[in-house]
T-cell receptor, first 111, second 117 residues
Framework: GESVGLHLPTLSVQEGDNSIINCAYS??????FIWYKQESGKGPQFIID?????DKRQGQRVTVLLNKTVKHLSLQIAATQPGDSAVYFC??????????FGGGTRLMVKP | DGGITQSPKYLFRKEGQNVTLSCEQN?????MYWYRQDPGQGLRLIYY???????QKGDIAEGYSVSREKKESFPLTVTSAQKNPTAFYLC????????????????FGPGTRLTVL
């Protein structure tokens, strides 16, 4: 597979458990945030987004929480499945309207 | 099916050669982007284009060149001036240009892995 994420922090969870992936962002002026999922050898896929005027948004099995006070973003995955194994990274949109991406976290799901 | 395609999936280059990576989208998106991804690092922006016949340098443009002659195509040339070109290259597109409130999401292609021999 691709060598993306060789030195990434790794989260290992049991199948069926909930996963929480964290991201610290840098720009307090960022107004929009996205979580992406990237499987080995593939391009990133959009999971969920949130605007800075919200602190929580829910999708199907996923929830994003935004804490602007400490500039922290988290992605919660309910009932984690083997197909959720991938690298997850956040992106923030700052003053220049460009996205800045985090380094990513590797999620490994144990059967 | 609408989407973004990148070719080739794997590309090998000898030192001193220029190579061109293809990116095509049939989503009718205005903006297109090229990113470089290295192990353990986030995506870094190389070049972006908000409209046909216009493009801007990103954070790491040195050693790269692009063109945007057609809305659906945004090829990236990795020149011999790029000292460390081995990486995974990702192309993305977005409906609106920067500053547009319409659809902030970027859609990514499958990537091209470039290796310098």
């Amino acid at each position: 597979g691709e060598s993306v994420g060789l030195h990434l922090p790794t989260l290992s969870v049991q199948e069926g458990d909930n996963s929480i992936i964290n991201c610290a962002y840098s720009n307090s002026a960022s107004d929009y945030f996205i979580w992406y999922k990237q499987e080995s050898g593939k391009g990133p896929q959009f999971i969920i987004d949130i605007r800075s005027n919200m602190d929580k948004r829910q999708g199907q099995r996923v929830t994003v929480l935004l804490n602007k006070t400490v500039k922290h973003l988290s992605l919660q995955i309910a009932a984690t499945q083997p197909g959720d194994s991938a690298v997850y990274f956040c992106a923030e949109r700052g003053a220049g309207n460009m996205l800045t991406f985090g380094g990513g976290t590797r999620l490994m799901v144990k059967p | 099916d609408g989407g973004i395609t990148q070719s080739p999936k794997y590309l090998f280059r000898k030192e001193g050669q220029n190579v061109t990576l293809s990116c095509e989208q049939n989503l009718n998106h205005d903006a297109m982007y090229w990113y470089r991804q290295d192990p353990g690092q986030g995506l870094r922006l190389i070049y972006y284009s908000q409209i046909v016949n216009d493009f801007q340098k990103g954070d790491i443009a040195e050693g790269y060149s692009v063109s945007r002659e057609k809305k659906e195509s945004f090829p990236l040339t990795v020149t011999s001036a790029q000292k460390n070109p081995t990486a995974f290259y990702l192309c993305a597109s977005k409906r609106g240009g920067e500053g547009s409130a319409v659809n902030r999401e970027q859609f990514f292609g499958p990537g091209t892995r470039l290796t310098v021999l």
